[in-house]
């Protein structure tokens, strides 16, 4: 699982909506006023490219955020 989270914008024009994307498989976490996504079903060791976008109320966007590329890894779990 890759978590990402976006620094919060403000707008006087209200509740500020972020979209977060998986650039490599294209999963996405369509607008949501969450500044955080977590993308789940992933390979360990893969490498994926994530970006972020915002909109205010009246629709006005943001440009796409750079890239960032994240690599889930695989973690084991001993229970006694």
């Not at 620094?7 to 209200?14: I, Q």
């Not at 992933?42 to 994530?50: F, I, K, P, R, W």
């Not at 205010?56 to 973690?75: F, H, I, L, Y």
């Amino acid at each position: 699982m890759v978590v990402m989270t976006a620094t919060a914008a403000t707008d006087d024009s209200g509740p500020v909506e972020y979209y977060f994307e998986n650039t490599t498989n294209g999963t996405f976490s369509g607008w949501t006023t969450n500044t955080f996504w977590s993308d789940s079903g992933l390979t360990a060791g893969e490498t994926y490219g994530y970006r972020v976008k915002a909109r205010d109320a009246e629709g006005n966007e943001t440009d796409w955020s750079a890239v960032a590329n994240a690599v889930p890894m695989m973690v084991s779990l001993v229970i006694y």
